[in-house]
């Protein structure tokens, strides 16, 4: 299922994947309230089908980690080999930040899942300001105090 959403004072495409298709369009509901034209997908594997056939490219990734089949890391490695400068968020509710480790290419930012609205905002807002990958720290979800550090 893909949604489409513009504003025509837009601050950017946002593409918005996650399986659970209501905190999809909830995302990009917040998105939209801030001037950001959206597109929610249902599937990783729809999302990177948008991107290869269309003509306007996302100014931003936002993408669940955890979905059935190709992962939002996945998404992400292929989507920056079709688009340059693209921006990317990872987020998750069942996978904390250090699964990062495992990969060589990183997000922008990392958010646990839930988050708030501000939290979001504010994220994309230093995307597209310059900064660079970092861990939103009140978006972390606590590690277990038996669990090795990082």
């Known amino acids: 299922m893909e949604t489409q959403q513009q504003n025509a004072q837009s601050r950017g495409l946002v593409y918005v994947v996650d399986d659970q298709e209501i ?19 249902d599937s990783a594997e729809a999302a990177m089908e948008q991107i290869e056939r269309s003509a306007k490219k996302p100014d931003v990734l936002l993408t669940d980690q955890v ?36 990969y060589a290419v990183k997000p922008d930012k990392f958010l646990g899942k839930p988050f708030q609205p501000a939290v979001l ?28 550090p990082a």
């Open 23 to 41: 905190f999809a369009e909830v995302v990009a509901a917040i998105l939209r309230s801030e001037d950001f034209e959206t597109r929610t997908f």
């Open 121 to 148: 905002l504010d994220t994309i807002a230093e995307l597209q300001s310059g900064t660079g990958f970092r861990v939103m720290p009140e978006s972390v979800p606590p590690r277990n105090a038996d669990s090795p």
């Open 67 to 102: 979905m059935p089949g190709m992962s939002g890391m996945e998404l992400i490695i292929k989507c920056r080999t079709l688009v340059d400068g693209l921006k990317t968020i990872l987020f998750s509710g069942q996978v904390r930040d250090d699964v990062l480790s495992k």
